[in-house]
């Protein structure tokens, strides 16, 4: 009887799943991309994902140069998910993936353009743009010969292009119809959306790992049911929640 006993506690032991382990990840406020509450883009992917690699994984969500300064301070045990080359502080040697990209516009106010005819940032020289402090995008707008108006909210540059005090603002797609539904719910046909991706391509959101990080597998298997949850279509699903069906712009989804 105890021989079967333990024959039976053996087998549930060996039925549980070995390489299970729990993995912080460090990321910062990007709505709607992480909001903090498990409702953001990237909150509820990192979810669907965590449910086939059965590893625990919880978001550690810090204003960005903290994230920085945290990942930087202890990378052998903690992954990072954000825009890696907005940290200013990072590990020698990563490894990274590519969870979704943000595809990056120019919101106007059509009252101030009612002859829309720009096609390229070449054409934008002398237009004062918003951006957020610490906008990864500084060198290309000083390229193009933008003139640029910091802000520390996304909101902010929202009401200034209303009251006309900034030409254009520089935000990701989906941040700005989100904001301008809040703020000003149902006038989303009051402003127009420019893109040049040629100025500024799709910005990558990736989940990163130091090369000498004891969570490798962990990064591993993670990447392996971001695969999965791809190619069964839930992903689309998740950004569809999002954008609209049918909606996601070409280059948002990572492809296998």
């Not at 070995?18 to 903090?36: C, D, K, M, R």
């Not at 990072?90 to 059509?110: D, E, H, L, N």
């Not at 809040?182 to 910005?203: N, Q, T, V, Y």
């Amino acid at each position: 009887m105890k021989k079967i006993m333990w024959i039976l506690i053996l087998s549930i032991f060996l039925s549980q799943p070995l390489s299970a382990e729990s993995v912080n990840v460090i990321t910062y406020h990007y709505p709607p991309y992480v909001v903090g509450d498990g409702s953001g883009i990237l909150e509820l992917i990192l979810h669907k994902v965590s449910k086939y690699t059965k590893h625990k994984i919880k978001f550690e969500k810090y204003p960005l140069k903290r994230a920085s300064l945290t990942f930087g301070g202890d990378y052998k045990d903690k992954l990072f998910l954000g825009v890696y080359h907005n940290l200013p502080k990072q590990p020698v040697s990563v490894r990274t993936q590519i969870f979704i990209r943000t595809r990056i516009v120019s919101v106007y106010y059509k009252k101030d353009f009612p002859k829309f005819n720009y096609t390229s940032f070449e054409e934008l020289k002398g237009k004062t743009i918003g951006v957020l402090f610490g906008n990864p995008f500084n060198r290309v707008l000083v390229k193009y010969g933008l003139k640029q108006e910091k802000n520390s909210q996304l909101k902010n540059n929202l009401k200034k292009l209303v009251n006309q005090r900034i030409d254009f603002w520089l935000v990701p797609d989906i941040t700005a119809y989100q904001l301008i539904e809040k703020e000003m719910p149902g006038m989303r046909d009051l402003f127009g959306f420019f893109e040049d991706r040629k100025a500024i391509p799709l910005l990558p959101i990736s989940l990163v790992a130091g090369e000498e990080s004891n969570k490798k597998k962990v990064f591993t298997d993670i990447c392996t049911g971001l695969k999965k949850i791809v190619k069964n279509g839930k992903c689309l699903k998740i950004l569809e929640g999002f954008y609209g069906k049918g909606l996601v712009p070409d280059g948002v989804m990572v492809k296998f």
